[in-house]
């Protein structure tokens, strides 16, 4: 698992609060576990799209974090459509 650099202490805390950001962006109510998982699950999905699509691959906890806000956003988002 590629945690950009950030170490796993540090991908759980950037991850709880890029999940949190985006869960308070996209006004859904999920709890703080839930947060975690879907900010490091976001960025690392989202940081596999950009390298393997545009050959980008980005390191350090400002670009993990805006990266699991994105991804983590993108996850609320198919979630939304695949309940509908």
Same mark, same amino acid.
């Given at each position: 698992?590629d945690?950009?650099?950030?170490?796993? #202490?540090?991908?759980?805390?950037?991850?709880?609060?890029?999940?949190?950001? =985006?869960?308070?962006?996209?006004?859904?109510?999920?709890? #703080?576990?839930?947060?975690?998982?879907?900010?490091?699950?976001g960025?690392?999905?989202?940081?596999?799209?950009? =390298?393997?699509?545009?050959?980008?691959?980005?390191?350090?906890?400002? =670009?993990?974090?805006?990266?699991?806000?994105?991804? =983590?956003? #993108?996850?609320?988002?198919?979630?939304?459509?695949?309940?509908?």
């Amino acid at each position: 698992m590629d945690l950009n650099g950030v170490g796993f #202490l540090g991908a759980i805390i950037i991850g709880g609060l890029a999940g949190w950001l =985006a869960e308070k962006f996209m006004r859904s109510d999920m709890g #703080l576990i839930m947060n975690i998982i879907l900010g490091i699950v976001g960025a690392i999905v989202l940081n596999f799209i950009l =390298a393997a699509i545009f050959h980008v691959g980005y390191t350090g906890w400002l =670009a993990y974090l805006l990266i699991g806000f994105i991804g =983590a956003c #993108l996850l609320i988002a198919v979630a939304r459509v695949v309940r509908r």
